[in-house]
């Protein structure tokens, strides 16, 4: 099993550029998030979903946009990028359930917009 | 893979001595805690977590303890080794939700 994928790795954008972040999971996991990683600050909780056609929003949600249109792959995109989303994006994903609280994460894409 | 260079609180320990991790969490409806290491160029990745009626939990040669009278959560490792020097984070997983918030991580840097 891959586990969870992210694509791509790495990415430079210009501001106002628009991307988006794959995430696929081969673990039949009912939950996926999307976290972004800056220095100093841990991982902050974009936007998450808990089945496939539902997303809510995390603690920073403000810049991004999320779809699950399939229950394995959880995108992540930015209309218009801005150098304040110069991060590492991790994606992540789980079994359902309120005792659950191990999440599988990817490998992480770090993006740079200049 | 990927990491960050986090400025982050580092503690160094010797090999073969205990580490202890701190962390101090906010929420109080908190149903879990957790914790989290992160070795360069990977993701996170699940240590052990502890329910929020309990006070202290063991697993292989790790130990979690939840103060919830100061809203303290810590990791005790044993014995530590090379293979243990990574960043550790500590989660929450609030009540009635279905998500992990993250605190801001602690680097163990483990010298021979």
């Known amino acids: 099993n891959a586990g969870v994928t992210q694509t791509p790795k790495f990415r430079v954008l210009k501001t106002g550029q628009s991307m988006t972040l794959l995430c696929a999971q081969d673990?039949?996991?009912?939950?996926m998030y999307w976290y972004r990683q800056d220095p100093g600050m841990g991982l902050r909780l974009i936007h998450y979903?808990?089945?496939?056609?539902?997303?809510a929003k995390g603690e920073v949600p403000d810049g991004y946009n999320v779809s699950r249109l399939k229950k394995q792959n959880f995108l992540l995109g930015l209309e218009s990028a801005a150098p304040s989303q110069t991060s590492v994006y991790f994606c992540?994903?789980?079994?359902?359930?309120?005792?659950?609280?191990?999440?599988?994460f990817g490998q992480g894409t770090r993006l740079t917009v200049v | 893979g990927e990491s960050v260079g986090l400025h982050l609180p580092t503690l160094s320990v010797q090999e073969g001595d205990n580490s202890i991790i701190n962390c101090a969490y906010s929420?109080?409806?908190?149903?879990?805690f957790i914790w989290y290491k992160q070795e360069s160029g990977k993701g996170p990745q699940f240590i052990i977590d502890?329910?929020?009626?309990?006070d202290k939990r063991q697993g292989q040669r790790v130990t979690v303890l939840l103060n919830k009278t100061v809203k303290h959560l810590s990791l005790q490792i044993a014995a530590t080794q090379p293979g243990d020097s990574a960043v550790y984070f500590c989660?929450?997983?609030?009540?009635?939700?279905?998500?992990?918030?993250f605190g801001a991580g602690t680097r163990l840097a483990v010298h021979p």
């Open positions: 992540a994903s789980s079994y359902a359930g309120s005792a659950n609280t191990e999440a599988f």
């Open positions: 673990m039949n996991h009912e939950y």
């Open positions: 979903s808990v089945g496939e056609g539902t997303t």
């Open positions: 929420n109080s409806a908190s149903d879990y």
């Open positions: 502890i329910r929020s009626n309990m």
């Open positions: 989660a929450e997983k609030p009540g009635g939700y279905n998500k992990l918030i």
